[in-house]
T-cell receptor, first 117, second 115 residues
Framework: GAVVSQHPSRVICKSGTSVKIECRSLDFQATTMFWYRQFPKQSLMLMATSNEGSKATYEQGVEKDKFLINHASLTLSTLTVTSAHPEDSSFYIC?????????????FGPGTRLTVL | DQQVKQNSPSLSVQEGRISILNCDYTNSMFDYFLWYKKYPAEGPTFLISISSIKDKNEDGRFTVFLNKSAKHLSLHIVPSQPGDSAVYFCAASARSGGSNYKLTFGKGTLLTVNP
């Protein structure tokens, strides 16, 4: 149980285009989903927290107009990187919290490697 | 400001021996700690956690120790196996701060277990 999927697993896009990344909890209802990004040899940095049906809460320094987050249902959250630039190239990981272990750990997706040319 | 610190970027141990991964934190509000294991190009996988009301939690080959006064925790893996080779992240949260348990991660330690 507690499986989280992400799609796509990797994407290459041109500078200036927008990219949408999906995060799904497959076997439980995720009341809260988190989006992280990770640069090489760095820690996972929390970008935003989203609760189903409400606006996401962004961490300091993260542009909410650039990284659009939608948590439309208890099993799906999307992150859209708008007008992507090479510096947005990174590994984006989502996690979901809810179900039987909502008091404890987050369950992570496999990540999406974004490369902006 | 790094609130969760893993000062050893890498650790190499022999198969069958003990692996000890260390983590320090600075935020006294943290009251729940977790260890995650991560392979390249994959998301982290939860390993073990500990609440601040305990000083030890054991699950099979994995044991986490917490020293609140020193703001230090460690993950012991014994015996170490080659399949344990991965990056290990320490994470902390302040559960008393609300229902969304945001995690703060360390930079990770690359563990290599040699056959």
């Amino acid at each position: 149980g507690a499986v989280v999927s992400q799609h796509p697993s990797r994407v290459i896009c041109k500078s200036g285009t927008s990219v949408k990344i999906e995060c799904r909890s497959l076997d439980f209802q995720a009341t809260t989903m988190f989006w992280y990004r990770q640069f090489p040899k760095q820690s996972l940095m929390l970008m935003a927290t989203s609760n189903e049906g409400s606006k996401a809460t962004y961490e300091q320094g993260v542009e909410k107009d650039k990284f659009l987050i939608n948590h439309a249902s208890l099993t799906l959250s999307t992150l859209t990187v708008t007008s992507a630039h090479p510096e947005d190239s990174s590994f984006y990981i989502c996690s979901a919290q809810g179900g039987l272990n909502s008091y404890n750990e987050q369950f992570f997706g496999p990540g999406t490697r974004l490369t902006v040319l | 400001d790094q609130q969760v610190k893993q000062n050893s970027p890498s650790l190499s141990v022999q198969e069958g021996r003990i692996s000890i991964l260390n983590c320090d934190y600075t935020n006294s509000m943290f009251d729940y700690f977790l260890w995650y294991k991560k392979y390249p190009a994959e998301g982290p996988t939860f390993l073990i956690s500990i609440s601040s009301i305990k000083d030890k939690n054991e699950d099979g080959r994995f044991t986490v120790f917490l020293n609140k006064s020193a703001k230090h925790l460690s993950l012991h893996i014994v015996p170490s196996q080659p399949g344990d080779s991965a990056v290990y992240f320490c994470a902390a949260s302040a559960r008393s701060g609300g229902s969304n348990y945001k995690l703060t991660f360390g930079k990770g330690t690359l563990l290599t277990v040699n056959p």
